[in-house]
């Protein structure tokens, strides 16, 4: 009777009969088995089929075992150099099986060998393989859900910086214009509370990398000139502390894409907030949003962030979007670096890109490029018109 398949084995002896026989008690017992009787041939079949375990003998014409095992455990291809060997050889000296062990076997059986001896050992160490293969991928699960709350954990925290900034500057406004005595006090414990908020989370947002597989949330159908609009209200207080003009400018001023709603709002926030940050009193920023379509039907989206603020040097841009790199014309104590670099894991992971433009002490361009599925002739036509909104101080 035919077991159900163990696992996939590869044989490799010039001895054929050997070969055959091997395979055939290996068959029986469950397992596919893959044949070869030299060494070239079985590395071609181990670069094609992959088998779980290779049970090589050293002595074999054009490719010897020694070498076929360095091969193994210099592949680049992970699931090769993580297959179990066994050796098999007619030569009985201790350092001969001590070699075959450092350069990679797991096991080594001396000819002439018991057949019950090399299924037992071979079984052992599919085992083991098996063992192995579990705990890395659950270490690998865990690590990706450990790193993705932590992230998460930081974004919400990062996310929560704006709206408390909003209101101690709110409160602060209100503090001037306020004579009565008590709730002059309330307001300014709550400007005061703010701070003190929006320091502590400062400290929780130290540079980490950015996990991969993290979001995977379906998109759907968002209307961005709504979205950059939403982001705007909620940084309008911190605008109009600072005296900063703001201009939205929507050509088309109607237009849905597929997005991730949550985190490109995150990115969004980021980008702004970043802009409102380095750029001075009485400053201007400008958010264009614009849309290009070839004739073949293929589209782009522009979301534009213009300031006039300290700009970046030539340095800095280069590692700008790095979360461990903090630029030398960054204010002091400002921020922790975290929000460009998750800006450009947003826009990855909606297959678009991030460009820069800056110059020192004249301010800097962010460009957000976002692809975009094919229009109609009557929806190219209205790409022409333009709506635009300006928030001033």
Not at 97 to 126: H, V, W
Not at 165 to 180: D, M, Q, V, W
Not at 370 to 388: A, Y
């Amino acid at each position: 009777m035919i077991l159900q398949e163990k696992g996939k084995i590869l044989i490799v002896d010039d001895e054929r009969d050997l070969v055959e026989m091997l395979a055939y008690h290996f068959e029986r017992r469950g397992y596919q088995t893959l044949k070869a009787f030299d060494g070239q041939e079985a590395w071609e079949k181990i670069e094609s089929e992959v088998p779980d375990l290779l049970i090589l003998d050293l002595m074999m014409p054009h490719l010897d075992g020694w070498e076929l095992c360095r091969l193994i455990r210099r592949s680049h291809k992970e699931p090769i150099k993580q297959m179990a060997i066994l050796m098999l050889t007619a030569r009985a000296m201790t350092e001969d099986k001590i070699y075959g062990l450092e350069i990679g076997a797991d096991d080594y059986l001396t000819k002439p060998f018991s057949l019950n001896e090399l299924i037992l050992r071979t079984e052992k160490l599919m085992e083991k393989k098996g063992v192995m293969l579990h705990l890395q991928k659950e270490v690998e699960r865990l690590h990706s859900t450990l790193e993705a709350k932590e992230w998460s954990l930081k974004q919400i925290a990062h996310d929560l910086k704006s709206p408390l900034i909003s209101i101690g500057f709110s409160a602060k406004r209100l503090l001037r214009r306020e004579p009565n005595e008590d709730l002059s006090k309330t307001l300014k414990t709550i400007f005061e509370s703010s701070l003190h908020l929006t320091r502590w989370i400062d400290e929780a947002l130290f540079p980490h990398p950015l996990a991969e597989n993290i979001w995977q949330d379906q998109k759907r159908e968002v209307e961005v000139r709504s979205l950059i609009q939403q982001v705007l209200d909620l940084l309008k207080e911190i605008a109009s502390e600072k005296n900063i003009e703001i201009q939205f400018h929507a050509s088309p001023p109607y237009l849905k894409i597929p997005l991730q709603e949550p985190l490109m709002q995150r990115a969004l926030m980021n980008l702004l907030a970043n802009a409102l940050k380095y750029t001075p009193r009485g400053g201007k920023i400008e958010i264009t949003l614009k849309q290009y379509v070839s004739l073949r039907g293929t589209g782009v989206l522009e979301i534009s962030v213009k300031d006039n603020g300290i700009g970046i040097s030539g340095d800095d841009l280069e590692r700008i979007f790095d979360p461990s790199y903090r630029g030398k014309n960054a204010f002091e104590g400002e921020g922790k670096g975290i929000g460009l670099p998750f800006v450009k894991k947003v826009i990855d992971l909606h297959g678009g890109r991030i460009l820069v433009q800056s110059e020192l002490s004249k301010g800097s361009i962010f460009s957000i490029l976002l692809p975009i599925q094919s229009t109609s002739v009557e929806e190219r036509k209205e790409f022409s018109s333009e709506e635009t909104s300006i928030l001033k101080p």
